[in-house]
């Protein structure tokens, strides 16, 4: 996966950049963690402009976050609740709790989407609910956008100022992401402990 990536960064530029960001928000096992501090180190060599490699990874990010936005306004609130309904247990939420979600979603989806943007496994899907409780896409792509910018500076920067250390990046994030994955399977296996429960 490193070199794929290295290889691809070389060769294409900031068009690598922007689609290895873009499988990035597809398919999670692809870290943004090791892509833009790497990127950031070839700023720093000068065989790239930093503000460049922030652009391009910025529009990848937008660009994958969409595929989960429309996969959420397919699988709207009314049809949330009829999977709820029938496979319930497995995703282990209620008819009931898709509606509160979507009340909280729409009150505080803005900073959902926007934070959301700068935590490693999280930034994936944040996107679908926003596109079940039809967020505006102008503000969906404004938050996505910003938050993106924001989280690639960050590894960006880092790598300009690690250069050839870029990969510490990575090993500093990876300990965060592992907990925040093994808090998520946790917490399901929690939910679905508790699903008849929660039920009555």
Known sequence: MTEFIISSIQSAGYVGIALLMLL???????????????????????????PGVIAAATLGSV???LPWYALGWYF????????????????????????TASVWFRR???AAVFLGRMVPTIRTVI???AGVVRMGL?????????????WVSLLAGAGLLLEAHYERVGHFIEPV??????AVVLLYIYRLITFNRRQT
């Open 76 to 99: 709207n609130e009314e049809r949330l609740k009829w999977l709820a309904q029938r496979y319930g247990r497995w995703f282990t939420i209620t008819p009931g709790e898709v509606a």
């Open 177 to 182: 992401t592992k907990i925040i994955v093994v």
């Open 108 to 110: 505080y989806g803005a």
């Open 138 to 150: 102008p503000l969906f792509l404004l938050l996505t956008t910003l938050g993106s910018a924001i």
């Open 24 to 50: 990035e928000n597809l398919f999670p096992p692809i870290p943004s963690e090791l892509i833009v501090p790497f990127a950031g180190y070839v700023a720093a060599r000068g065989d790239l402009s930093l």
């Open 63 to 65: 660009i994958g976050a």
């Open 127 to 129: 996107s679908a609910p």
